[in-house]
């Protein structure tokens, strides 16, 4: 014991006596420690393995594929893998990363790697393989920074499919936000046709998808279905797909252009009455509000059809003082989907006034011959029913989206979803700090388009009730 407290004294003064002098300084060459190690990828000094990937031979090293990789440790080292006695060892890829591996590998000999939107889900499957947890986490984050890109560079929806997969909820939600708040732009992506139909399935089960109309979205639904050149593949899609597209929301003209189609005369049978019934409920609106029985739910159109979007636009938002940045828009929301004027029917839509403090609340009233003011830094969206007439519950759904733009493209960077019971002792709904206001005042912020401030509210009336039956449940 005594031995062991004399060399820690010692060795503390040793490292206090270092520290007083001058001349002491730690030399760090770790550009030249690393190219050492990149020279030695794909070469034949001091090979002791060979990696066999599809066509493709690398000559390698174990002390680096071993001190990389828990797995390749495992694979080289124990007497239970066959592999630990070759010196040729053949790997089975997934075929799309074969063309990665090369990448893969020079990762382990450099620490660093060049990513790109279209490769880099197949680097994060070999990370995910061999156990490399630092390059699994550096996929994520390039993910996670890449999810809003161009259409044609776009690869959210591979990524969250492997998401759901593996379990990487961080990276899922970011992914599903993205896609469904623009739709648009991922119906236009590169593995918009490579969606696997549960996936699509559960898209057309959402509402919160932001999409022109219904149509726009079944001609795309269509091109993804008509994709495959298998005809008992086709069917298979189109027999999943058809009961979650909401027919009743597309007009008369909309729906006889599908029965013209060449997918519905070769498949007449699938779509069984579905056109038939949203036919039906064109023709039997009434202004009655309890006639308000419709089964599909609205999605958030912003097609002027629908009535259910109103573009709200401050320009110039950091030089706007907060005391003329009130953004105010009146809607008039339908209750039923009317394409087309129905004379005499009244009582068809509820009225709405919608406002949006995007610099701050801020509310000038007279008090005693003067001005007072209340204030604060949030933003504040209020919404209030201006019609009331009859003593029923009226649910409704509303959906905030504010644009950003990035790379020449426009694109939703920020969604807010609220559902309020609107009634006589209710007739006004408030929500506070739909978005930090200092994401938008930042002179690089990203909730911007150009210097102006752009958002969509959507408006949804989802079910009306009588006040009796809402006690009695």
Not at 64 to 70: I, M
Not at 463 to 472: A, F, L, N, V
């Amino acid at each position: 014991m005594a031995d062991t407290k004399k060399l820690g004294t010692e060795k503390g003064e040793e490292e206090s006596e270092a520290k007083k002098d001058k001349t002491h300084a730690l030399i760090e060459d770790k550009d030249d420690f690393i190219h050492r190690f990149r020279t030695l990828y794909n070469s034949e000094t001091f090979s002791d393995i060979v990696l066999v990937v599809g066509d493709n031979r690398f000559f390698a090293h174990k002390i680096l594929l071993v001190t990389a990789s828990e797995v390749f440790e495992a694979m080289l080292s124990e007497a239970r893998w066959q592999e630990s006695n070759q010196n040729e060892v053949c790997l089975t890829e997934d075929e799309e990363c074969v063309s990665v591996f090369p990448d893969f590998l020079k990762y382990i000999y450099s620490g660093s790697v060049e990513l790109t939107t279209s490769m880099v889900h197949k680097l994060l499957i070999l990370a995910d393989k061999y156990g490399i947890h630092v390059l699994h986490k550096t996929c994520i984050d390039y993910m996670s920074r890449h999810i809003v890109t161009s259409p044609d560079t776009n690869r959210t929806l591979t990524w969250y499919h492997y998401a759901k997969v593996t379990n990487g909820q961080r990276l899922q939600e970011k992914c599903l936000a993205f896609i469904l708040s623009n739709f648009s732009i991922i119906q236009k992506a590169p593995d918009w046709l490579d969606l696997t139909t549960t996936v699509m399935v559960e898209f057309l089960q959402s509402s919160e998808i932001v999409v022109e109309s219904e149509y726009q979205l079944w001609i795309e639904v269509e091109r993804w279905i008509k994709a495959v050149e298998d005809p008992d593949i086709l069917l298979e899609k189109l027999k999943a797909v058809l009961p979650h597209v909401r027919f009743t929301m597309m007009t008369p003209a909309e729906l006889l252009k599908i029965e013209n189609s060449d997918l519905y005369t070769e498949n007449t049978e699938l779509f069984g009455n579905r056109l038939m019934k949203a036919y039906r409920g064109h023709s039997l609106h009434t202004s009655d509000l309890m006639s308000h029985t419709r089964e599909e739910p609205y999605r958030n159109y912003y097609h002027e059809l629908y009535g259910l979007c109103e573009h709200m636009k401050l320009r110039s938002y950091i030089d706007t003082p907060k005391t003329e940045s009130q953004l105010f828009v009146n809607m008039s929301v339908p209750i039923h989907l009317k394409p087309f004027p129905v004379e005499g029917v009244d009582g068809s839509s509820m009225s709405f006034e919608v406002a949006f403090y995007p610099q701050g609340f801020y509310q000038a009233h007279p008090l005693y011959g003067m001005y007072m003011s209340r204030q604060n830094d949030n933003t504040v969206l209020n919404i209030t029913r201006s019609s009331v007439s009859s003593q029923h519950i009226v649910n409704v759904e509303v959906t905030l989206v504010i644009y950003a733009y990035r790379d020449n493209m426009k694109y939703v960077a920020s969604s807010c979803r609220i559902s309020h019971k609107f009634s006589n002792k209710s007739r006004h709904c408030k929500v506070e700090n739909v978005i930090n206001v200092e994401k938008l005042r930042s002179k690089k912020s990203t909730f911007l388009v150009g210097k102006n401030f752009e958002a969509k509210i959507f408006l949804k009336i989802q079910k009306i009730r009588p006040e009796e039956k809402d006690k009695k449940e």
